[in-house]
């Protein structure tokens, strides 16, 4: 059994906004898979289904970013998971552009708070994680008002993209092909490349 859990802020004031690209993504998969995402466990709002014949929880943290460890914690222990390869959490991105993805097998939080709290709570930085580009935060933005910003219409069809190639590098994970996931995802393109494409 896997754990795909998605990383946001809980409120209707912050749905579509930078900070909760995870929680975007965990609806995706739950409208793909036919996943009702309803049920309240752990700090966290769950459904259980199947992704390609591969047991799963999708799970949205009650938490608030900065705390999501204190869901995702309780959510590994209550379901007794490896949390190196039974677990993936899908975040935000400042540092890629919007769209872009990473597939991590495990590493630092980067600055993100979120995980900051998810490896503080595991004592662990050996987890999965797909990261989610939603752009670099201008020069004079506060960083906070920025991640809970929302996004432009040019972002828009880009963020939409983003969420459809985490859906994709989920399902490789979820068959045990990470590695591939990495391969076709963590190429790094520039805005100038981008435009020239």
């Known amino acids: 059994m896997f754990i795909i859990a998605g990383l946001g802020n809980p409120k209707k004031e912050y749905d579509n906004t930078r ?15 036919h996943i009702s995402v309803m049920d309240v466990r752990n700090k966290a709002v769950t459904g259980k289904g199947m992704i390609n014949g591969q047991k799963v ?9 900065n705390l999501s460890g204190e869901s995702i914690r309780p959510l590994a222990d209550y379901y007794k998971i490896d949390i190196e390869t ?25 600055g993100h708070n979120g995980l900051k709290n998810i490896i503080r709570q595991l004592g662990s930085e050996g987890f999965q994680r797909i990261r989610i580009g939603v ?13 809970l910003g929302h996004f432009s219409e040019e972002e828009k069809p880009l963020m939409k993209e983003g969420v459809e190639k985490a859906l994709h590098a989920a399902e490789l994970m979820l068959a045990g092909h990470t590695d591939q996931a990495m391969n076709a995802f963590n190429r790094k393109v520039s805005p100038k490349q981008e435009n020239q494409s």
């Open 19 to 33: 900070h909760n690209i995870g929680f975007e993504a965990i609806d995706a998969l739950a409208d793909k898979y």
């Open 57 to 65: 929880i999708l799970a949205k943290p009650l938490t608030f970013m």
């Open 86 to 110: 039974e677990l993936i959490v899908i975040s935000d991105d400042i540092s890629l552009p919007p769209g872009q993805i990473r597939v991590r097998k495990s590493g630092s939080a980067g």
């Open 135 to 147: 752009g670099e935060k201008p020069k004079g933005y506060d960083l906070a008002d920025y991640v």
